[in-house]
């Protein structure tokens, strides 16, 4: 490959995973003021972000399966206007109904994008070029969600919560003509990409059947909860508890969002000294007892920002850090059927985040109050699936 496709083909790859990662929080710091805008609920404004998460979950699986079917770029070139046809009717929302209704098409669009990226990168990519590769995809997509809210908050104190999705539909238009014109084919369908539903329903209950796996994306959908929960209820903690305004709270997304980030990157360098199982127990229950400390200082009346935004760094930051060893644990259960287990992890851990969410969403009362007991939940739950993984792997490594 020559060197010159070859920085065009990664400019593309990494291209193609923002657009899904952007559309999904850049909004945030609006939604207190989409309320009194659209005259509805926090409620109902906090299930945009469900909404889209769970038509993405469900259209991602199609998107894949017709990618190996037909090729890359066509897909994308047929499933992405869906996306932007999304922005169009959300810039254009009279109501929350319409509102919704537009981040659904965003979802089922937009999610073939994140999707491709990854196929794309395994198509054209090998060995340490592909590990390089890797690496700028996970920078990237971790990056995005970090940039996005605050890059949110500072349109709606210039603008208003319309300018951000004008903005989305702005970007992802010009994506999308950087994809349509740069963009090459980079798979070859051929028979055995036939589109064999036996075949497909069985390797997928294969999989499925997998009590370490099941419990691994358990994990997963634990952990990355806990990110998505503070982007449901912070906007409205720090506009209605402390006073922030939009631009404000895109700095405190920031900081918060870094943690993600720095835990990921500490990861790589803690397990090459403490086992994954260790490392997992250890930073889970550091996380509980965090938050325990922030549920305590709301009934003794202390509850100051700073400790609301320690208290959540160091929560995502402790979901930086052991998501990837989940995401290791559920692909390596089924090593031949690698590519049926990665699409059934983004498809039920989209799906279960956005159940979770979901339910978080509809909690009413004290802002605070739910993300505290929210973090504390949601850790508890993670705990107990890592040390059923952990059991589980140790029987299974007995056997052998």
Request: with cysteine; charged share 10%.
């Amino acid at each position: 490959m020559r060197k010159k496709n070859t920085k065009l083909l990664i400019f593309i790859t990494l291209m193609l995973v923002i657009p899904f990662s952007m559309v999904m929080d850049q909004f945030t710091p609006s939604m207190p003021y989409m309320v009194d805008a659209l005259k509805t609920t926090p409620s109902l404004v906090q299930l945009t972000i469900p909404v889209y998460l769970l038509s993405g979950s469900i259209s991602a699986l199609v998107w894949g399966t017709l990618s190996d079917r037909y090729g890359r770029r066509i897909i994308l070139l047929i499933s992405y206007p869906i996306g932007i046809l999304g922005c169009i009717i959300c810039v254009s929302a009279p109501g929350i109904g319409i509102l919704l209704i537009g981040r659904l098409l965003q979802g089922i669009g937009l999610s073939s994008s994140c999707l491709l990226a990854y196929a794309v990168m395994a198509d054209v990519f090998k060995g340490k070029e592909l590990n390089k590769v890797s690496s700028y995809l996970s920078v990237t997509y971790c990056l995005v969600p970090i940039l996005a809210p605050m890059t949110g908050g500072f349109l709606q104190s210039l603008f208003s919560w319309r300018a951000n999705f004008i903005f989305l539909l702005i970007v992802c238009s010009g994506f999308y003509l950087i994809f349509m014109i740069f963009m090459p084919e980079t798979h070859t369908p051929t028979e055995q990409h036939n589109l064999d539903i036996k075949r497909i329903t069985k390797n997928y209950l294969i999989v499925l059947k997998d009590n370490c796996f099941l419990l691994a994306v358990l994990c997963m959908i634990s952990a990355w909860s806990i990110e998505i929960a503070f982007s449901l209820k912070g906007p409205f903690l720090f506009h209605n508890s402390f006073g922030i305004n939009a631009a404000e709270y895109g700095l405190i997304a920031l900081i918060v969002g870094l943690g993600t980030m720095i835990g990921s990157f500490m990861n790589i360098f803690l397990i090459k000294y403490v086992s994954p199982e260790k490392l997992g127990k250890n930073c889970l229950l550091g996380a509980l007892i965090i938050s325990l400390i922030l549920v305590s200082s709301i009934y003794m009346n202390f509850s100051y920002m700073w400790l609301v935004i320690l208290v959540s760094f160091s929560v995502v930051f402790v979901s930086g850090i052991i998501y990837p060893n989940f995401v290791a644990v559920a692909v390596s259960a089924h090593p031949s059927l690698a590519g049926t287990a990665n699409a059934l992890i983004i498809g039920i851990v989209t799906l279960g985040a956005t159940v979770s969410t979901t339910v978080i969403s509809f909690f009413h009362g004290s802002s605070l109050k739910i993300l505290s007991i929210t973090f504390i939940v949601l850790i508890i739950l993670c705990l107990l699936f890592h040390l059923l993984t952990c059991r589980m792997q140790k029987k299974r490594i007995d056997k052998v």
